[in-house]
């Protein structure tokens, strides 16, 4: 149920750069399928149990200061689910991620200000591994990766009744982020990345509701977390240099 490909924007010829060496190898198999649906036909979320043998025991860990413990296979709790919300979330926050590495990419030539140049090598190191942890989690369970050279927003699950990918620059604040050099760029830049952090904590914040897979939502904490102490890290750079 992914959108129609509408072509390549300068959005994403811009994003291209970047997302290639960090997804290159993850190639989706020929049961890909939709953004929608997981492969074979299955209900979303739905990964088969383990079968029980007559007379296997389990050994379940027990908390810290506790001993283990043996379990009957089907005393055992059923495996974590994923669902369309965090299809969604994964998809999306993959050339979202993108577009801010991107940005973090033109810091480096073009950055004045030091902090902001430290703050865009922090971002760059954060975000360049997720992209990875995120196109392996749906390589994994058969659903289509987004890749350089897409347009963004064929990954846009607001057509199919989710929210938006929110915080995205356009392509001409992309285009006037690239042309600008020293404090203006680092006005734009911070003004720009406060933005885009503030729409990937809206999307962490809606998984994290809607989301029902582990490792899903342990991204989305980290995101919450961390893009939300770099906002208030922001914030404080364009007070400080008195940006207007």
């Known amino acids: 149920m992914t959108a129609p490909r509408t072509g390549r924007s300068r959005r994403a010829l811009l994003i291209a750069r970047l997302v290639t060496p960090l997804v290159i190898g993850l190639a989706v198999t020929s049961l890909a399928v939709s953004a929608c649906t997981p492969s074979g036909g299955a209900e979303p979320g739905a990964l088969a149990s383990p079968s029980s043998s007559p007379g296997v025991t389990v050994i379940q860990p027990g908390k810290p200061g506790e001993p283990n413990a043996t379990v009957d296979p ?60 995120m196109a392996a989690w749906l390589e994994q369970r058969g659903i289509e990766v987004p890749r350089a050279g897409d347009d963004p927003g064929t990954y846009d699950h607001s057509s199919h009744g989710h929210d938006p990918m929110s915080g995205m620059l356009s392509e001409a604040e992309m285009e006037q982020l ?67």
């Open 178 to 244: 690239a042309a600008a050099r020293g404090g203006r760029f680092d006005t734009l830049f911070l003004r720009g990345m406060i933005g885009h952090h503030s729409g990937a904590v809206q999307m962490a914040d809606r998984v994290a509701v809607d989301g029902t897979d582990q490792q899903v939502s342990e991204i989305a904490a980290d995101v919450q977390a961390t893009q939300t102490a770099e906002i208030d890290r922001m914030r404080q750079l364009l007070s400080a240099g008195s940006r207007s």
């Open 74 to 133: 089907d005393d055992l709790p059923s495996p974590a689910t994923w669902s369309h919300s965090d299809v969604a979330f994964m998809q999306m926050m993959i050339p979202h991620h993108a577009q801010a590495l991107e940005m973090s990419r033109l810091a480096s030539s073009r950055a004045e200000d030091p902090q902001v140049l430290a703050l865009a090598r922090r971002i760059k190191a954060a975000q360049g591994p997720e992209i990875m942890t």
